[in-house]
């Protein structure tokens, strides 16, 4: 892990030791630990979904990841029937966290290259760590609501 350490830069280094810090006060997921260049964040309401923010050349991303298709598919049926817009709903959450001016830019859905199901969106141009868990929190608030994240009690 040390070789991959050393090819973050000591920014990122910062920003995401932070995270992990805000992430575990926030009390919003059942663990949390930082990944190399990510912070890894295993969903309340079922855990085989994590939610991750993760450190790239490009910028910061934050995503949903689950290795399981099926969790993917109920989802992306449940977005279906409803007629949802999942970036309207992540908005609504992330205005509840006192975030109104759009954070994030368009969500991506694909499977990584770890093969895992992946709802995924870059947050703005330097953004702290503060605002990196208001969108973390706002997307736990979001999936938990959709296909078999819910919790059903």
């Not at 030791?17 to 912070?39: C, I, K, P, W, Y």
Request: glycine share 6%; with cysteine; charged share 30%.
């Amino acid at each position: 892990m040390a070789a991959v350490e050393q090819r973050i830069d000591p920014g990122s280094v910062r920003l995401l030791d932070e995270v992990v810090r805000l992430a575990t006060e926030s009390r919003a997921f059942a663990s949390v630990q930082r990944r190399g260049a990510s912070v890894h964040c295993v969903a309340l309401t079922n855990e085989e979904a994590a939610y991750e923010a993760t450190s790239e050349a490009d910028g910061v991303f934050v995503a949903w990841v689950s290795p399981n298709r099926y969790l993917s598919q109920s989802i992306e049926a449940d977005l279906m029937w409803t007629g949802d817009d999942l970036m309207d709903l992540i908005e609504e959450e992330l205005a509840d966290e006192g975030c109104t001016d759009h954070p994030l830019g368009r969500i991506e859905h694909f499977r990584d290259a770890e093969k895992r199901f992946t709802f995924r969106s870059r947050v703005r141009a330097g953004a702290d760590a503060a605002l990196v868990v208001k969108c973390l929190v706002a997307l736990a608030k979001t999936f938990s609501q959709l296909g078999d994240m819910k919790d059903e009690e």
